[in-house]
């Protein structure tokens, strides 16, 4: 017989487990599938935002307690700028924690709160129009079952391989991100402050069309999380090799933070900006990484994940899909997302950071301009902010918005 639920959720990161969590606090019956046992790894950068904190905040979770950061200090080009995170949510601290612990902690929080775990492959979704009727749950041993649900909620990160099954496409001439990330023992691993370094350099001096990452875990881990990420289309693809280039970022870097070897080096590729399409049918959504809910200035995709999450499980009821999610969707990220992807464009031609980081990141321009970048970049702006830089910011995402209008966007 197949096993019945209210929603079935496949994948359980953290867009997955919150999802579960507020569809069980809401009364329904929850299955949350992964393929894998946790705790397990993911390629990230481990840091979490304000933005990303509020929705921890709502859901009652707290996250490496002991550790908090203040905002990001930014370096290259012979100047640093240090851009505090602003007042934008109730909260203006952040953290970071490796994602081996925090997807296994929200998954606890997820089986507390009522949520079925099952362990299993989700495949072969069985469709009468675009309504998923069942699907397959294959376990490890190779055994299948048959799964049922008035409702699916699709949060299998950023390959979805599920969701490719339903349709999903993702648009490489958009700009998209390549990443690599590893954990180092550091003696500053209780340092305050997230730090990027945008003047990336590989062995022999060359600048790179990238920038590299050190974010603290604070000192209970005793370690940072040190990586690296890079802006690509299609047309013009990074052309670097991001696991050898972190050794070279590492070794740069060690002597100012005391770094052990670099460990558990993992890589990835991840669409941004809302650049997939067909993401909902009748009675299904993709939501988080899966619909391509990454920032594209910093890669961030955690916070989206957990407010997709809730926005997804909010709609669940006698409501198709299909059209409604989308327009969620673009209503939500559309002109931000727009925006932000046609400032990343920027950033894939390699004499674009020469020529602007100086600027940017000394003297008094660097002091007044990027915290505001910063700000911008993590869309730490919300519809009540009344300031210039807000007020310039929904303007320019009006008008390229428009301008872009053809572009996909969860189309």
């Given at each position: 017989m197949p096993q019945?639920?209210?929603?079935?959720?496949?994948?359980?990161?953290?867009a997955g487990a919150a999802a579960a969590i507020h569809a069980a606090r809401a009364g329904h019956s929850v299955a949350l599938l992964d393929s894998a046992e946790f705790p397990r790894d993911k390629t990230c950068g481990d840091g979490l935002t304000p933005?990303?904190?509020?929705?921890?905040?709502?859901?009652?979770?707290?996250?490496?307690?002991?550790?908090?950061?203040?905002?990001?200090?930014?370096?290259?080009?012979g100047g640093s700028v240090t851009a505090p995170w602003p007042d934008t949510y109730p909260t203006n601290e952040g953290t970071a924690l490796p994602r081996h612990e925090f997807d296994a902690l929200l998954v606890r929080e997820a089986v507390a709160a009522g949520a079925t775990l099952i362990h299993g492959t989700a495949t072969a979704p069985e469709l009468a129009g675009n309504r998923i009727v069942s699907f397959s749950v294959v376990d490890g041993s190779g055994a299948t079952d048959t799964m049922k649900a008035r409702w699916?909620?699709?949060?299998?990160?950023?390959?979805?391989?599920?969701?490719?099954?339903?349709?999903?496409?993702?648009?490489?001439?958009?700009?998209?991100?390549?990443a690599a990330r590893s954990y180092s023992s550091s003696p500053r691993a209780s340092e305050g402050w997230m730090h990027s370094h945008v003047e990336l350099k590989d062995a022999d001096g060359v600048v790179q069309p990238g920038y590299g990452w050190i974010f603290p875990l604070g000192a209970e881990l005793g370690q940072v999380n040190i990586g690296l990420g890079a802006l690509s289309t299609k047309s013009r693809p990074a052309k670097i090799n991001t696991k050898k280039l972190l050794e070279t970022y590492a070794?740069?870097?060690?002597?100012?933070?005391?770094?052990?070897?670099?460990?558990?080096?993992?890589?990835?590729?991840?669409?941004?900006?809302?650049?997939?399409?067909?993401?909902?049918?009748?009675?299904?959504?993709?939501?988080?990484?899966a619909a391509a809910c990454v920032?594209?200035?910093n890669g961030e995709g955690i916070d989206y994940g957990l407010e997709t999450a809730a926005m997804a499980v909010s709609l669940l009821g006698g409501k198709d899909f299909t059209l409604v999610w989308p327009d969620r969707l673009?209503?939500?990220?559309?002109?931000?997302?727009?925006l932000a992807r046609t400032a990343a464009r920027l950033l894939t031609y390699p004499q674009f950071l020469p020529v602007a980081g100086p600027v940017a990141l000394r003297g008094p321009v660097g002091r007044m301009l990027m915290p505001a970048a910063a700000r911008l970049m993590g869309n730490l702006i919300t519809d009540e902010d009344r300031d210039l830089i807000a007020r310039a910011w929904k303007l320019a995402g009006h008008g390229v918005?428009?301008?872009?209008?053809?572009?996909?966007?969860?189309s």
């Open positions: 019945l639920f209210d929603v079935a959720i496949v994948g359980s990161g953290p933005r990303a904190m509020h929705q921890l905040d709502l859901l009652g979770i707290k996250v490496n307690p002991s550790y908090r950061n203040h905002g990001l200090k930014l370096h290259g080009y699916i909620i699709v949060a299998d990160g950023v390959r979805s391989t599920f969701g490719k099954q339903l349709g999903r496409t993702w648009h490489k001439d958009e700009v998209y991100g390549i070794a740069q870097q060690r002597a100012e933070w005391g770094l052990g070897p670099v460990e558990k080096v993992a890589s990835a590729a991840l669409p941004m900006g809302g650049a997939v399409s067909t993401v909902a049918g009748a009675n299904w959504m993709l939501i988080g990484d920032n594209p200035l673009r209503a939500a990220y559309g002109e931000a997302f727009v918005a428009w301008a872009r209008r053809d572009t996909p966007l969860w």
